[in-house]
């Protein structure tokens, strides 16, 4: 059977004459996201930003599964309803462009896509959802979730929701995190769930059940597979999910 392909956004710099020059646009991504999906069986795909809806279609087509990353700036604000109440970096608007119109695609044709960190942000964003700006000044209490040591190490703990596809695919009720974010989700829209908190209650998972394999994670399990098993397994049902023969799309009911 062939390895499925598995396309990786990856995070983007816009052109820019700053210096009154036009420089070069560039595409960039960790290897750690590939190397992850190479060891859990799949084939790494690196995509470009496109926002043409035609060329999306086409590239899922060809496509088994998507990974969103969590490199790069944040959501800008206004594509949420909000307006900007701390200082951060906006993502550009191509690669926002972007990444909605894979997700927004991707869960029409039923095909697994795994978010991680911003990329789960993003995927909840797609879908009409909201998120905290700042967790420090909005989340009473909050743990840290921008952890001082390495990324490969674990800091917290997440409590895991019983009868989600993510309970499934860890096979236990809380799992050791790590954590490099100071934004998370806020209003989840109806066609999510939550699948995981954190201990102050910050959502820390969110998945579709009406898909075959549509999980976002506020973790970096790219960091952690290999050592640890349950981060593994995230990838692993990945690939699994994006090797399964495909189905036909789905139709969803007005407003799914």
Same mark, same amino acid.
């Given at each position: 059977?062939?390895?499925?392909?598995?396309?990786?956004?990856?995070?983007?710099?816009?052109?820019?004459?700053?210096?009154?020059?036009?420089?070069?646009?560039?595409?960039?991504?960790?290897?750690?996201?590939?190397?992850?999906?190479?060891?859990?069986?799949?084939?790494?795909?690196?995509?470009?930003?496109?926002?043409?809806?035609?060329?999306?279609?086409?590239?899922?087509?060809?496509?088994?599964?998507?990974?969103?990353?969590?490199?790069?700036?944040?959501?800008?604000?206004?594509?949420?309803?909000?307006? !900007?109440?701390? @200082?951060?970096?906006?993502?550009?608007?191509?690669?926002?462009? $972007?990444?909605?119109?894979? #997700? *927004?695609? /991707?869960?029409?044709?039923?095909?697994?896509?795994?978010?991680?960190?911003?990329?789960?942000?993003?995927?909840?964003?797609?879908?009409?959802?909201?998120?905290?700006?700042?967790?420090?000044?909005?989340?009473?209490?909050?743990?840290?979730?921008?952890?001082?040591?390495?990324?490969?190490?674990?800091?917290?703990?997440?409590?895991?929701?019983?009868?989600?596809?993510?309970?499934?695919?860890?096979?236990?009720?809380?799992?050791?995190?790590?954590?490099?974010?100071? !934004?998370?989700? @806020?209003?989840?829209?109806?066609?999510?769930?939550?699948?995981? $908190?954190?201990?102050?209650? #910050? *959502?820390? /998972?969110?998945?579709?059940?009406?898909?075959?394999?549509?999980?976002?994670?506020?973790?970096?399990?790219?960091?952690?597979?290999?050592?640890?098993?349950?981060?593994?397994?995230?990838?692993?049902?990945?690939?699994?999910?994006?090797?399964?023969?495909?189905?036909?799309?789905?139709?969803?009911?007005?407003?799914?």
């Amino acid at each position: 059977m062939p390895k499925p392909l598995i396309g990786i956004a990856p995070d983007f710099n816009p052109a820019s004459d700053r210096r009154g020059s036009e420089s070069e646009a560039t595409i960039f991504l960790r290897n750690r996201y590939v190397a992850a999906v190479e060891a859990a069986g799949g084939i790494p795909v690196i995509l470009p930003i496109v926002t043409n809806p035609a060329l999306c279609a086409a590239l899922l087509k060809s496509l088994d599964g998507l990974l969103l990353t969590g490199s790069g700036p944040d959501i800008d604000p206004r594509r949420y309803g909000e307006r !900007q109440r701390f @200082k951060f970096k906006v993502m550009s608007p191509e690669r926002a462009d $972007s990444e909605c119109a894979l #997700v *927004i695609q /991707a869960r029409k044709r039923n095909l697994p896509v795994l978010g991680i960190c911003g990329g789960m942000q993003l995927m909840t964003v797609a879908l009409g959802g909201t998120l905290i700006q700042d967790i420090d000044e909005q989340v009473e209490d909050a743990l840290q979730h921008r952890m001082a040591g390495p990324a490969t190490a674990v800091c917290h703990p997440v409590r895991v929701v019983p009868g989600t596809q993510l309970s499934g695919i860890l096979g236990r009720r809380t799992v050791q995190v790590n954590s490099s974010h100071h !934004q998370a989700v @806020k209003a989840v829209p109806r066609t999510l769930k939550v699948s995981a $908190s954190a201990p102050d209650g #910050v *959502i820390e /998972a969110v998945e579709d059940p009406s898909r075959r394999f549509f999980l976002g994670v506020q973790w970096h399990p790219e960091y952690l597979y290999g050592r640890y098993p349950a981060h593994s397994a995230i990838f692993e049902a990945l690939i699994s999910a994006a090797a399964q023969p495909r189905r036909s799309s789905i139709h969803p009911r007005p407003g799914a």
